[in-house]
């Protein structure tokens, strides 16, 4: 008598079904490019970017980083970052608030499994006699003029941070009447990260104004400095730290 077999039903990791956009992590970042700006911003918009639960940094701090990333599985791109420091917990935790780069496969899965809030653009980073500069447009509008004075060799130690990321990740409801089916925050913390090729020095910085981006709603108070950079990293999954809807 023949027995009956039956099996479970495969989940696709990612649509398309047939060739999905991209795999599982972990990505693997490797001799990136890094430029990196900090300056200070009004604390009451901080406050209005920065959701509760997280608690943002005293010194009213700010950083955009821009990166020529060569990455396991996402490939090469560019991509500006805007973000804080803040506290989760007790703990310190960066906060993401704004993501521009140029390529579809680390845009989906860095919305689709984190939540982190990329953009569509056109970016350059390079360097001219002794200055990095990078930018970053859509629309045809420079929505980010960065540049730092390759003014001295520096170390990690002088760049600091903490490698727990948090983002909140956002996924709407088909239906216009129904609350978002996914609003939490995600973290991830960066693993076998290195950083060398280290220089700093007195940096610029400057947000163009869109009516679809409006980055230049930030409050920029003072530019603090700036850093040019080579770095390797994992990006590995991560966890729920916090459910809106629960």
Same mark, same amino acid.
């Given at each position: 008598?023949?027995?009956?077999?039956?099996?479970?039903?495969?989940?696709?990791?990612?649509?398309?079904?047939?060739?999905?956009?991209?795999?599982?992590?972990?990505?693997?970042?490797?001799?990136?490019?890094?430029?990196?700006?900090?300056?200070?911003?009004?604390?009451?918009?901080?406050?209005?970017?920065?959701?509760?639960?997280?608690?943002?940094?005293?010194?009213?701090?700010?950083?955009?980083?821009?990166?020529?990333?060569?990455?396991?599985?996402?490939?090469?791109?560019?991509?500006?970052?805007?973000?804080?420091?803040?506290?989760?917990?007790?703990?310190?935790?960066?906060?993401?608030?704004?993501?521009?780069?140029?390529?579809?496969?680390?845009?989906?899965?860095?919305?689709?499994?984190?939540?982190?809030?990329?953009?569509?653009?056109?970016?350059?980073?390079?360097?001219?006699?002794?200055?990095?500069?990078?930018?970053?447009?859509?629309?045809?509008? /420079? $929505?980010? @003029? *960065?540049? &730092?004075?390759?003014?001295?060799? %520096?170390? +990690?130690?002088?760049?600091? #941070?903490?490698?727990?990321?948090?983002?909140?990740?956002?996924?709407?409801?088909?239906?216009?009447?129904?609350?978002?089916?996914?609003?939490?925050?995600?973290?991830? /913390? $960066?693993? @076998? *990260?290195? &950083?060398?090729?280290?220089?700093? %020095?007195? +940096?610029?910085?400057?947000? #163009?104004?869109?009516?679809?981006?409006?980055?230049?709603?930030?409050?920029?108070?003072?530019?603090?400095?700036?850093?040019?950079?080579?770095?390797?990293?994992?990006?590995?999954?991560?966890?729920?730290?916090?459910?809106?809807?629960?």
């Amino acid at each position: 008598m023949a027995t009956k077999r039956t099996t479970k039903a495969k989940h696709p990791y990612t649509s398309p079904e047939m060739s999905g956009l991209y795999i599982r992590p972990p990505y693997h970042y490797r001799d990136s490019t890094m430029l990196l700006v900090q300056f200070q911003t009004d604390a009451r918009f901080l406050r209005s970017v920065v959701p509760k639960p997280l608690t943002p940094n005293k010194d009213n701090h700010m950083f955009v980083s821009i990166a020529d990333f060569m990455c396991s599985g996402f490939g090469r791109y560019y991509e500006a970052h805007v973000f804080t420091t803040a506290t989760f917990q007790r703990r310190p935790v960066n906060y993401s608030i704004y993501l521009i780069l140029d390529n579809d496969v680390a845009i989906g899965g860095g919305r689709e499994i984190w939540g982190f809030p990329k953009k569509f653009g056109r970016l350059t980073l390079g360097t001219c006699d002794d200055v990095a500069r990078a930018t970053a447009e859509r629309g045809g509008i /420079t $929505l980010i @003029d *960065a540049a &730092v004075h390759l003014e001295h060799l %520096g170390s +990690a130690d002088d760049i600091g #941070g903490t490698p727990e990321w948090i983002t909140r990740k956002i996924v709407p409801s088909v239906s216009n009447d129904a609350p978002p089916d996914v609003d939490q925050l995600t973290t991830t /913390t $960066l693993t @076998d *990260a290195e &950083v060398r090729e280290v220089y700093m %020095g007195a +940096a610029t910085l400057s947000f #163009g104004d869109s009516p679809a981006d409006r980055l230049a709603t930030i409050p920029v108070k003072k530019t603090l400095g700036g850093f040019y950079y080579r770095t390797d990293f994992t990006l590995g999954d991560g966890e729920v730290a916090h459910d809106y809807l629960a």
